[in-house]
């Protein structure tokens, strides 16, 4: 179920002063070769761009980064810029433009912080703060309110018990726990699915959904459907569909993104460049099987020129 298939892996045959050579001949004078700039970057790692960005500044005495930004324009610009950070930062970034943006983005919010191991959490907590001068705590309680705000707090604080290993009575004491709170009226049961959802390791969460489904006779989800509302049910459901399949989640969000009118070219590109060095692959997969098409067929379908390109080349990659 879980076999982490990147599709961006290290390039073989790598030469960072040969691709940093090709990429100041690819924006010298006028006009820029976007191809040739999809070409090298979409097929390193994000380590071996750092390393073509060292050695750049070496050769030309030039920051690579600002380089590529005066080049490029619109969304081949944003992905370019997202593939040449560091992951932490990508994802402080990330965290801050959906806390201080126009209206905050609680997907995404969840979506970052149930993404990282604790240590990940802890580290880019870390980069936040020195990035923003505010912690990350700070700042989502300042931008949250109520539960929602409280279940935030657990999901920064690096408290999930990461262990493989699943006690069957606590695992049956939190389902029961579960399916009580689940049947109350009293606003305060909502720390109970918190505490639990935010804590306990993915494990002891998948056999505390399968417990809770044999004494209740419900799926959980439908359960956090009907009990609950606005940020704190989106929030719940996110965090049971991470833990049952996490590719099945992103594959949902990154149909999201596309489906409709217009596309959220944000969270499609923070995705498929955060996920494409771990489990892209399998992304892909849960993508066809959901929806019966491609993720290639979609990103064709609602991008355009060097943009598409690239998303493509980041995809594409099988082994």
Sequence with gaps: MFQCIPTVVEHEDFDATIDATALEEAMKGPGTDEDAITEILAYRTVAQRLQIADVYKELFDKDLVERLKGDLTGHMEDVIMAMMTPISQLYAKELHKAISGLGTDEDAIVEVLMSLSNCGVLEVSAEYENMYGNSLE?????????????????????????????????????????????????????????????????PHLRLVFRVFRSVTGRDIEAVIDQHFSGKLRKGFLSIVRIVRKRAAYFARRLYESMKGLGTDDHTLIRIIVSRCEIDLGDIKQEFLAQYGQTLEKWITGDTLGHYRKTLLALVAYEH
């Design 138 to 202: 700070h700042d989502l309680k300042h931008d949250s309110s109520g539960e929602f705000r409280n279940l935030l707090v657990r999901l920064c604080s690096a408290i999930r018990d990461e262990s493989e290993t699943v006690d069957e009575e606590l695992a049956r004491n939190d389902a029961l726990s579960l399916a009580s709170a689940g049947a109350s009226e009293w606003a305060t049961e909502e720390s109970v699915f918190a505490s639990i959802l935010a804590a306990r390791s993915f």
